[in-house]
């Protein structure tokens, strides 16, 4: 993972005078190349220890390997996608609306590329199979993280799989506790520390279902709930209505997880995709 992705992941786990700094660097990784330590210090209202702390808490060993990191990966990347708009930097007030969105899209796919390349693939297959052994597939999430779990149950639905998304809190625990035929439960949360999401993978897993968290955070504790974890990579803008970046890159884990489960009954999906296309086209008249 990127040291831009892991400082952006860490803001939410540091405390106050670490995660100041984590959202400055976050915001605007060039001012570590442009400030020395002293200054960044400054601009965070914190001191130079912290600073020194910070570093070693993201995994680097000190202010001079953080800055010769972040300018070999902000150079790279600046290479590989093609913008001279600040990469790497949050969405300002200044920006133009191409600028912006070039920022943007760049972020999206560099999450997609870091999501897969760090995938868990034992854990991905473990996760299909589960699927494959069940008899009954829920999945939930709130917000954003809801239209994840609607596409993936959607896929799932068309090759065959008894999947059910759910839209309600109180309808997941109700269902996360029902014991009935092999159940997998699927959680969605961005920073794993969705209440509702975590409280329905740990109602399942007490009925014996095979719980699957998909999540940013590995110590979260949806983590925790979860048999099989499946981790997104992602710098998410604070300049949004809602998950951007982070949603892009559960939609990417969930294509990963449905060709998965698809490559086990391939056949069967096969004729499953063929029957479904069908009956939609006969709906529109075709």
């Known amino acids: 993972m990127s040291i831009q992705t892991t400082i952006a992941a860490s803001v939410d786990t540091l405390p106050p005078s670490l995660a100041r700094i ?5 915001d605007n990784p060039t001012q570590v190349i442009e ?4 200054e960044l210090a400054a601009s965070c209202d914190t001191s130079v220890a912290s600073v020194v702390r910070f570093c070693r808490v993201i995994g680097v060993s000190g202010y001079a390997a953080l800055r010769r990191t972040l300018a070999a990966e902000l150079g790279r990347e600046s290479v590989n996608f093609g913008t001279n708009s600040g990469f790497g930097a949050e969405i300002a007030a200044d ?4 600028d912006a969105a070039r920022k943007l ?12 390349e760090r995938l868990d693939y034992d854990a991905l297959g473990a996760a299909a199979e589960a699927i494959e052994g069940s008899g009954r597939i829920l999945l939930f999430g709130i917000g954003a993280s809801r239209l994840a779990a ?3 149950g959607h896929k799932l639905l068309r090759i065959g799989h008894n999947a059910i998304a759910l839209d309600d809190a109180h309808e997941a625990s109700a269902a996360a506790a029902l014991r009935t035929s092999p159940t997998v439960a699927i959680g969605f949360s961005n920073s ?18 095979t719980t699957i968290g998909i999540t940013g955070a590995s110590t979260s504790p ?5 048999d099989h974890l499946l981790l997104t990579h992602a710098r998410e803008s604070r300049f949004r209505a809602g998950a951007m970046v ?8 969930v294509d990963c997880l449905f060709i998965g489960a698809a490559q086990l009954r391939r056949d069967v999906a096969v004729d499953a995709l063929e029957r479904s296309a069908a009956a939609t086209r006969a709906l529109r008249g075709e």
């Open 22 to 26: 984590a959202r400055a660097v976050a």
């Open 35 to 38: 400030s020395t330590i002293t």
């Open 95 to 98: 920006d133009s609306l191409r």
């Open 105 to 116: 899209a760049a972020l999206e796919r560099l999450a997609i590329e870091e999501t897969v």
């Open 150 to 152: 609607a596409d993936l």
């Open 192 to 209: 794993g520390t969705t209440p509702e999401a975590v409280l329905f993978l740990q109602s399942a897993r007490e009925t014996g279902a």
């Open 222 to 226: 949806l983590a925790r709930a979860s």
């Open 246 to 253: 982070s949603r892009i890159a559960q939609l990417a884990l």
